[in-house]
C-alpha cells in the first residue's frame, strides 16, 4: 500500500468549485436515479469520520406510497406552523419560498442516528454523547457533495415532527431521526444559495466568524 | 454567471480519494501552516449548508498558552476517566490509543454555535431546533475536507468537559461548544482509520446501514 496521497491544485480548484456548486435542491426533475445510485452514495457516505469509529447513521429509503403522504402530510402541517410564525413581508416572502421537493424527488429517504450502537466500544463520547448524531451529520455532507460531484441534487427537509415521521417509518426504537431528504437531479444549477436568490438571507464575510484567543 | 457545472469521471475519483485519505489526525509534525491557511479554510467552511442560511457557525483560535495548557489539562482528566471505564484487554488498548494531538499540533481551534444567530430568520428550525448544531457541524466536515487537499490534517477532540472548555475561551454565553480541533502536518499518511490500524475496531459494510420502507 502507497501511503502517501497529494492532491493538485488543480484538484483543489475543482474541490472549491463542488463546494459552491452544492445547493440545497427544492426543485427536482422527475428523471430516476441510475440503477446502484444510492448503494454508491451510501457507500461513500460510509467514508465519513464517526467518533470511534462508531459509524452510527442508518438511512431508511422510503419507497411506499403511504409513508410518502404520511411524511408530506407532516411537512405540510409544520410548514403552516411556522408561516404563521412570520408576519408582514417576512411572511409573504416565507410563502413563496419552495422548501420541500416531495413531489418531483425520484428518490427520498431519512436519516437515523442508532443510538445504541456497540461498534466504536463508546469511544471518545464519554463527555460529549452528542458526538454520535454529528458522525451521521458527517456522513450525509459526505453523500450530499458525492451526489453533486454526479450531477444529483440533495434537499434536507428539517420543517418536520420527527416523532410523527418517526412513527411512520417503523424503525427500532433506539433510532434517532435526524433528517429526511430529497434526492433527484436538480431542475436548474446554481453558484448561489436559493434563499439568498429569493432575498430571504444572504451570506455573511467569513472574516466574521473568526475569534483569536 | 454560467448556471452549469459539471464534474467529471476524473474529479469523482479523485473525491473518492480524498474521503478515503481523510483521517481523524493524532500525530503531528510541528511545522507552522503556511500564512492565510486558517482564513482560507474558514472561507472553504463557510461554504457549507446551514439551516435557512444562518451560517452559526464560530472559529475561535487558541493561541494563549494558558488556555491551551486548560484544555490539555481537561483533556488529561476526561481522558483518565473514560479509560478508567474500560477493563481488561480493552482497557490495555484504550491506553495504547493516541487520543489528542495538542502537543505536537500548531493550530488548535474550538468551534461553536452561535444558538442566538438572527442570520436566517429561524427558518427550517422551528421544529428541529438541533439543525443549528448540526449546520456547524457540516462547516467542520467542509473544513476537514479542504484542509486534507491542502495536505493537513485535523483531529477532533471530544473527550473534554465542554463547561471548563467553554469558560477558558471566554466567548459569548449564547455560544454553544461543538468540539476541539488540532491541525496541522500529519505525522504519517494512511488510508485506513487509525482505530482500525489500533485494532480498536472495524468498519462495517455499508450495505448493512440502509433500510427499505
Redesign the interface.
Known sequence: ?P?????DSG??D?????????R?VRQFRTDPLPPGT??RL????????S?????P????????AR?RTTVRNVFET?NA??LA??SGE?AER?AR?K?AGLDAAPCQFAVFCDRSVL??????????P??L??SV??A???L???A????LGLG?L?????ATVVAA???PKTWHF??YFCLGYPA????T?A??RAG?????D??R?????
Open positions: 500500500m501511503q502517501r496521497k497529494i492532491f484538484f483543489r475543482e474541490l472549491t468549485q463542488l463546494l459552491t456548486w452544492r440545497d444510492t448503494e451510501v457507500q461513500a457516505a460510509s467514508l465519513a469520520p467518533v470511534g469509529l462508531s459509524q447513521w442508518r438511512f431508511v429509503f422510503v419507497e411506499d409513508r409544520c406552523a411556522a410564525g412570520y417576512k416565507y419560498l422548501l461498534q466504536g466500544h463508546g469511544l471518545g463520547r464519554s463527555t460529549m452528542e458526538t448524531d454529528y451529520v458527517l450525509v455532507h459526505t450530499w457533495l458525492a453533486r460531484a454526479e450531477g434536507w428539517s420543517i418536520l415532527d420527527p417509518l417503523d424503525v435526524i433528517g436548474a444549477e446554481d453558484d444559495p434563499l439568498e430571504w438571507e444572504q451570506r455573511c467569513p472574516a466568524v473568526i475569534v483569536r484567543r
